[in-house]
């Protein structure tokens, strides 16, 4: 691997969701947005709920990063993430469905905790609707 890339891994639990060498990646961290070049300065951070946009040779991949955090150092990085979904394998359908049963709930719920639950439950449909549609 040169100095001109970067190996990257998005790890859940239970199975490696992604592994490779790409020229660049964006995910969602709880400071923002946030865009990692090859060399760049050692980072560790915590993740928001989101979409990580791949920057490979050929057309980007997106791919759910449902929270956890982030490492990065010596152009190598690893993601820990509770959730993660490969765009392409995401059922569109039913994630508009969640995101519909999501708003429902959110309006309908007055105590903080439903409140809660409803609003983690929209920001994940908005991640994999947004994973599917490529949206960045």
């Keep these: 691997m040169s100095d001109k890339n970067i ?58 990063t449902m929270g956890g955090i982030m490492h990065f150092k010596d152009n190598e990085a690893v993601i820990l993430t509770d959730i993660a979904e490969l765009g392409q394998d995401i059922d569109e359908v039913r994630a508009k469905e969640a995101y519909e049963r999501a708003k429902a709930k959110l309006e309908s719920h007055q105590d903080k905790i439903g409140v809660l639950k409803a609003q983690i439950a929209l920001k994940k449909a908005i991640a994999r609707i947004s994973a599917t549609n490529k949206y960045f």
Aim: hydrophobic residues 40%; proline residues 5%; without cysteine.
């Design 7 to 64: 190996k990257l891994k998005i790890v859940t639990q239970n199975k490696i969701v992604y592994e490779g060498v790409v020229n660049a990646f964006y995910t969602d961290t709880m400071d923002g947005r946030i865009g990692i070049l090859p060399n760049h300065i050692p980072i560790t951070s915590v993740l928001e709920i989101g979409v990580t946009k791949v920057i490979e040779e050929k057309e980007p991949v997106y791919i759910t």
